[in-house]
Structures are given as structure tokens and as C-alpha cells.
């Protein structure tokens, strides 16, 4: 009930207002589990993709969403299970890793849909990342539901980082056929079916997305860059310094 009640007043104005154009629809199935793989360029790609489906989707969310303190932390918490969100610890290790699996693997038992980003992060530059392998492939074998590969286009340009508010435009969204992994029934924990399994999900949603791959984590990208501009910020610290100390030793002569 509150699924539903949250998709009218928040899907219903999302497609009212930026008419998110989608394809693929008919790939979606009726009914039973499916699990729906798809970039992620935007904090919004979870609330697009469930607006267009008529029927509801399970996502992982970060913990920080279900547990900051306060008024807002509650309101925020409270928003995210009325749509059907799921709290991961991304940074509890592997218990927590095991965790997400598990209630991925509950709500595909279910019998429903079951929303997971493979790159496990957003995409710092707008380019698709390599998979992580451990869920995806994992929760696909363990249940043997199909996978349907998603491509988000320009969401990433409705807010783009630092702007409060969003662009009025036209995202897209992009559904594969579903993709049958039961050859690999019961190889869940070889690593090497699991990279197999995930690597050929990602070259589908490259090729919906038509975004250019990248063969590195997302995560890693995100820490390269960070301490690239961490370095960048102390060199011209350091560059301002000398300069002023150069100026102060002119003006003394």
C-alpha cells in the first residue's frame, strides 16, 4: 500500500514532468522474479526506473539513508522503505555483502523484481564501469531468474553534481531481452562463472546505453580521482606559497 501510494505521488509526477521515453517494456515480465541489472548515472535512476514499470521493483540502498539521525534521517528512512528500498552496509565487509545477497535472494522468491546497479556505485564521469561480480551473478543463480539488462540515459544530466535544482529534460530508458544463466545452475560461488555471468550483463547494458566501458571498478576510479584532486589542490597550495614568499623577499630588497 504504501508502494503504491509513494509511485502516485512521486511517479506520477516524474513522468508527467521530464517524460521519461522508454523502451524494451514488453521485456519485463508479468509476473514471477526477474532481476533488472542496470547502470547507474544518477540518484534518480531508482525512482525513474520504478515509475515506468507497473509492477514493483526492489532496490539496495546505501544504510545511510535508513539510519541518519534527526527529523529529516527519519522522514528520509521512512521514504525509502514506503518504495521499497533495502539497507546494505556498503562498508561492513563481506557479512554485510552476504547480507544484501540474501534479501535479494528473498524478494526474487517472491516472485518479484529485483533492481541491482552491477557497477555498485555511480559513475563518477558518466562512463560505465566494470561489474561487481558478487551480487549480480550470485543472486541470479542462486534463484535462476532472468536477467534483464537496463540502460539509464541522461539522468546524470538532470542533476548534475552541486546543482539544487533539476534540468527539465527528456531521460530515456532502455530494456534488454532477459538473459538465461541456468547453464550455470549451482556454479554460484566459482568465481569464474560469476565474472562470466556479470562481464556478459555489462556488455548488454553497454550496448543499450551506448556508453564507453571502462575495465576498472567505479569505486577505484572515484579514489584515483579524488586523491588526483587532493594532489592537484596541495600542489597549488604549495605553488601560492612559494609565490607569496617570493613577493615578500622582493619587497624586502
Known amino acids: 500500500m504504501i508502494y503504491g501510494a509513494m509511485k502516485v505521488a512521486i511517479g506520477g509526477p516524474l513522468k ?8 524494451g517494456l514488453e521485456n519485463v515480465p508479468a509476473e514471477g522474479p526477474a532481476v533488472l541489472a542496470s547502470n547507474h548515472l544518477s540518484f534518480s535512476d531508482s525512482f525513474f526506473l520504478p515509475a515506468v514499470l507497473d509492477r514493483k521493483v526492489t ?44 534479501s535479494g535472494i528473498e524478494v526474487l522468491e517472491r516472485g518479484e523484481l529485483f533492481g541491482i546497479y552491477p557497477e555498485g556505485t555511480r559513475s563518477p564521469d558518466g562512463r560505465l564501469y566494470r561489474g561487481k561480480p558478487g551480487g549480480l551473478a550470485r543472486v541470479a543463480l542462486a534463484t535462476g531468474a532472468p536477467v534483464l539488462p537496463v540502460a539509464m540515459i ?25 538473459l538465461d544463466f541456468s547453464r550455470y545452475h549451482g556454479m554460484e560461488h566459482d568465481r569464474f562463472v560469476l565474472r562470466a555471468v556479470t562481464d556478459e550483463v555489462m556488455y548488454e ?8 566501458y571502462v575495465d576498472e571498478y567505479a569505486t577505484a576510479a572515484k579514489r ?3 586523491d588526483a584532486a587532493k594532489a592537484e589542490k596541495e600542489a597549488e597550495k604549495k605553488a601560492e606559497k612559494v609565490a607569496a614568499a617570493a613577493q615578500k623577499e622582493r619587497s624586502g630588497a
Request: aromatic letters at 8%.
Open 205 to 212: 547494458i553497454m550496448k543499450l546505453s551506448g556508453q564507453e
Open 59 to 102: 532496490f539496495i540502498a546505501k544504510a545511510e539513508y535508513f539510519t541518519s539521525p534527526g527529523v529529516k534521517g527519519k522522514l528520509t528512512a521512512a521514504f525509502f522503505k514506503g518504495v521499497g528500498q533495502l539497507p546494505v552496509d556498503r562498508s561492513g565487509g563481506r557479512g554485510a555483502g552476504e547480507a544484501a545477497i540474501k
Open 154 to 178: 541522461d539522468t546524470e544530466k538532470i542533476q548534475p553534481p552541486g546543482k539544487v535544482l533539476p534540468k527539465l529534460m527528456r531521460p530515456g530508458i532502455r530494456i534488454g531481452e532477459p
Open 16 to 23: 508527467l514532468g521530464f517524460r521519461p521515453w522508454v523502451e
Open 224 to 226: 584515483r580521482m579524488a
